[in-house]
């Protein structure tokens, strides 16, 4: 019974480059939320999503970033153009469904060159 | 903006002792939801405690919400050393469309054997 599975578990980029990050939820999850941690800080809310829909994307910076779950395969969270602020961990979470508990991936942290 | 701010930031106990970890926030929740992160992994739900409920037990963990005063407690009894992590609060706030968690910054818990 695999849990949020998320990949690459580090990735390293240069500046102007694009960051690809993926997300598979538990299996029967169709809500898929994902976070930013900085060091030493809690978690941010960026995007949340269920299959082909954004619902709510209030977190997420307006430029560079952009986030997709299709109807078949992972959740993508894709940041363009990357700077060194860009660096961080992030994390994938689903759910069952609304009001239910969030179970998160191990995440990936992006470091920028 | 902030919503739950744990107390103390960071907790230092002897194996075998309780430990008590605070979180208050500011508006109207759903719930409330405890995790544990150990270093460099994902989060792992501990608990989750609606607004309606008072208080919850889950093996050695007690966890405690006061709605009237915006705050609730996790309790972890008997510590071990395997207890070593960070412990976050977080809120789905009422009227949250999306229900994504608000986390507060933390609580960092050593356990001495």
């Known amino acids: 019974n695999a849990g949020v599975m998320q990949n690459p578990r580090h990735l390293v980029r240069r500046r102007g480059q694009e960051a690809r990050l993926r997300c598979s939820p538990m299996k029967g999850h169709s809500h898929v939320y994902w976070y930013r941690q900085l060091p030493e800080e809690g978690l941010k809310f960026m995007v949340y999503?269920?299959?082909?829909?954004?619902?709510?994307e209030s977190g997420m910076p307006k430029e560079r970033f952009s986030a997709e779950f299709p109807k078949e395969g992972p959740s993508i969270l894709r940041i363009q153009q990357v700077v060194r602020g860009d660096s961080a961990a992030y994390f994938c979470?689903?759910?069952?469904?609304?009001?239910?508990?969030?179970?998160f991936g191990d995440g990936t942290r992006l470091s920028i060159l | 903006s902030q919503q739950g701010e744990e107390d103390p930031q960071a907790l230092s106990i002897q194996e075998g002792e309780n430990a008590t970890m605070n979180c208050s926030y500011k508006?109207?929740?759903?719930?409330l939801q405890w995790y544990r992160q150990n270093s460099g992994r994902g989060l792992v739900h501990l608990i989750l405690i609606r607004s309606n409920e008072r208080e919850k037990h889950s093996g050695r963990l007690r966890v405690t919400l006061d709605t009237s005063k915006k705050s609730s407690s996790l309790l972890i009894t008997a510590s071990r050393a395997a207890d070593t992590a960070s412990y976050f609060c977080?809120?789905?706030?009422?009227?949250?469309?999306?229900?994504?968690?608000?986390f507060g910054k933390g609580t960092k818990l050593s356990v001495i054997p």
């Open positions: 979470a689903s759910s069952l469904g609304t009001n239910q508990p969030q179970h």
């Open positions: 508006t109207s929740i759903n719930n």
């Open positions: 977080a809120t789905v706030n009422s009227g949250a469309g999306s229900y994504q968690l608000t």
């Open positions: 999503l269920q299959k082909e829909n954004i619902i709510d």
